[in-house]
């Protein structure tokens, strides 16, 4: 079992210190992406919220965007550990 972590991180840079990882799942075209917090506390900076309010302002679906369909209909979940993985999609700005 993974432990509990309260998740008092609110901004990017206290979750980039904390090393935990953020998912982002498109509800429109089901596609879902670890974040790179390191990339994106490098271009929106360390004091940017990591709350879905934050998050949502600096952050589409490029695909759908591309097709034209709504590309911020988007679900961030945290996660204790990033995990070295990635599948192509990139969500980022
Ligand atoms: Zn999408």
Known sequence: MAKEY??????????????????????????????????????????HGCMHYDLIKVIFCHECRAAGRDDRDLQFTNHAVTPDQRNGWKPCP
């Open 6 to 47: 309260p998740f008092v991180e609110n901004t990017l840079g206290k979750k980039l210190q904390a090393g935990t990882g953020l998912t982002v799942d498109c509800l429109t075209c089901r596609r879902r992406a670890r974040l790179d917090i390191a990339e994106l506390v490098k271009r929106v900076g360390p004091d």
